[in-house]
């Protein structure tokens, strides 16, 4: 069975604080997705990274695929109010035929003002 | 703007009072799916579709089906609702299979059980 664990599991800051959330998994995995869900909304896709040792940045988040693409990390610089929500992690199967994904635990924030 | 939409936003029902739930997508994909979310828990996989070939995960329950008339609808039905079945419901939409391919979300139906 394929598993993303995700630390921490709830996170409560300051704004203007920085955190980073951790993906981590035993299996390899061809993509890996991050979404953030706001409280009564759907889950949104923020990035995909596809190779390994990948780094993108959005805006004030950064996003790193592993070297061996077992884990994923989010680092976030300067958190706001905004950026309170659900994070989840969603790993793409390796030569997979579907594209069902495999979602983290998730990583509940919540950035106060 | 293209999207992913779910009706209703909110859903009330009773012990063992068949629901249905619906979904439409203006995205033209070939990929629908059903998930069910508890409470800041990661969302769990029922079914999905490619067209019209139907895709269920081994631990559905049998009180879960689907339908999906053509490529912009899709439903959820519960028989035989149990209160273990509240939760929030999730439709999503990819344009196809592969790895790597974004899934697109609706903002779900919250279903409620009395």
């Known amino acids: 069975t394929q598993l993303l664990e995700q630390s921490p599991q709830f996170l409560s800051i300051q704004e203007g604080e920085n955190l980073t959330v951790y993906c981590n998994s035993s299996?390899?995995?061809?993509?890996l997705q991050w979404y953030r869900q706001e409280p009564g909304e759907g889950p949104v896709l923020l990035v995909t990274?596809?190779?390994?040792?990948e780094v993108k940045k959005l805006k004030r988040l950064t996003f790193q695929f592993g070297d061996a693409r077992k884990d994923s990390s989010l680092h976030i610089t300067a958190a706001q109010p905004g950026d309170t929500g659900l994070y989840l992690c969603?790993?793409?199967?390796?030569?997979?035929?579907?594209?069902?994904?495999?979602f983290g635990t998730g990583t509940l924030l919540a950035v106060q003002p | 703007d293209a999207m992913v939409i779910q009706n209703p936003r909110y859903q009330v029902t009773q012990f063992g009072k068949p629901v249905t739930l619906s979904c439409s997508q203006t995205?033209?994909?070939?990929?629908m799916y059903w998930y069910q979310q508890k409470s800041s828990q990661a969302p769990k996989l029922l079914f999905h579709y490619y067209d019209k070939d139907f895709n269920n995960e081994a631990d559905t329950p049998d009180n879960f089906q689907s339908r999906r008339p053509n490529t912009s609808f899709c439903f959820l039905d519960i028989r035989s609702p149990g209160l273990g079945d509240a939760a929030m419901y999730l439709c999503a939409t990819s344009r196809g299979y592969g790895s790597g391919q974004p899934q697109h979300f609706g903002d779900g139906t919250r279903l409620s059980i009395l």
């Open positions: 299996s390899v995995f061809s993509s």
């Open positions: 995205l033209n994909h070939n990929v």
């Open positions: 990274v596809v190779t390994g040792g």
């Open positions: 969603a790993g793409g199967r390796y030569g997979g035929a579907t594209n069902k994904l495999i």
